[in-house]
């Protein structure tokens, strides 16, 4: 069993930057595909970010794409979203999750395993 816990959430003005981070222990992280998701109040949970065990592919969701950034430190046990130029739509709790399957379903929140408890990241203007 893995357990994730998100790190690194607060508040920012619009157009500022925050990184995530997402720290595993019980289980190498490099065993996973990683994924970030977000949930806004009184909204379904979205895909936004997700990266391969390896980390030699990564995926975005469109509203996301060119202004965040995923990577990990499989020696650090650890992944990350960069973001950058917030937008106060980008408001939400943002959860990091693992998935051992393949192929790799990315953009489903059945797909993946384990889940961390989320952090918060609140744009104002």
């Known amino acids: 069993q893995v357990q994730l816990v998100e790190s690194g959430g607060g508040l920012v003005q619009t157009g500022g930057s925050l990184r995530l981070s997402c720290a595993a222990s019980?289980?190498?992280?490099?065993?996973?595909?990683m994924g970030w998701f977000r949930q806004a109040p009184g909204k379904d949970r979205e895909f936004v970010a997700a990266i391969t065990r390896s980390g030699s592919s990564t995926y975005y969701a469109d509203s996301v794409k060119g202004r965040f950034t995923i990577s990990r430190d499989n020696a650090k046990n650890t992944v990350y979203l960069q973001m950058s130029m917030l937008k106060r739509e980008d408001t939400a709790v943002y959860s990091c999750?693992?998935?051992?399957?393949?192929?790799?379903?990315?953009?489903?929140?059945?797909?993946?395993?384990?889940w961390g408890q989320g952090t918060q990241v609140t744009v104002s203007s």
């Open positions: 019980g289980r190498t992280l490099s065993n996973y595909n």
């Open positions: 999750a693992a998935d051992k399957s393949i192929p790799f379903m990315y953009v489903s929140v059945d797909a993946y395993d384990y």
